[in-house]
């Protein structure tokens, strides 16, 4: 990923803390920034993930939940256009319409490895966790004549086990993100094919 350190590791305004925009208008901002459809996709299913742990795991209330999910909508958004400076612009964007400081830091913790942003809340590691994996189960599922149905977290694990398949999802990425929580690879697995299984 040719990216660039943020070097910064405070992001938004405390003050504008609760100012979200909406799921619409986030989706607007998505569509006008990334044309490419399966990038969007990507960004759909890992919004469609976080937002379901929110509610399922976090009990987050209705505000929360939009976080978590707006964040994952909009992690991406600069990467078709700004490959090079991904995920700065994105935050500068969010930056400049005032939205609040947790969906900005937790887009920024999205690669720490890449951004130099250390996760610190749960939103921020479960971006970190579902980035990678919600894309790799995507493509295990691909390769199936019936896709999601029938697609088991062990078939899933085993292609993880197999370096050639998918070989530009980083592994050790992975290992670091799920090394940062306390939950389980299977349940995680399971989680992401259930929930981004009828993302279009
Ligand atoms: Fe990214
Ligand atoms: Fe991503």
């Not at 978590?68 to 994105?90: M, N, S, T």
């Not at 947790?102 to 890449?114: E, L, T």
């Not at 694990?157 to 197999?162: E, G, I, N, S, W």
Request: some cysteine.
């Amino acid at each position: 990923m040719p990216t660039h350190k943020l070097n910064r590791t405070n992001f938004g305004n405390p003050a504008n803390t609760g100012n979200l925009m909406t799921i619409e208008e986030a989706h607007a901002l998505l569509n006008e920034w990334v044309p490419n459809e399966r990038l969007r996709l990507h960004m759909k299913q890992v919004a469609a993930v976080m937002k379901a742990w929110a509610i399922e795991k976090e009990k987050a209330d209705e505000i929360t939940a939009l976080k978590w999910e707006i964040a994952g909508l909009l992690h991406d958004a600069d990467w078709e256009k700004y490959p090079d400076d991904h995920c700065r612009i994105i935050i500068e964007e969010l930056e400049k319409r005032n939205i609040d400081p947790d969906v900005i830091h937790c887009i920024a913790s999205h690669g720490p490895n890449y951004f130099g942003v250390e996760p610190k809340s749960v939103m921020d590691k479960m971006i970190y966790v579902f980035d990678e994996l919600s894309g790799f189960t995507h493509a295990a599922a691909l390769i199936r004549p019936t896709r999601y149905e029938g697609l088991e977290v062990k078939s899933v694990l085993k292609r993880l086990k197999t370096p050639s398949f998918a070989a530009q999802v980083s592994r050790d990425d992975i290992n670091d993100a799920v090394s940062r929580i306390n939950i389980p690879l299977e349940e995680i697995i399971q989680f992401i094919i259930d929930h981004q299984k009828d993302v279009s």
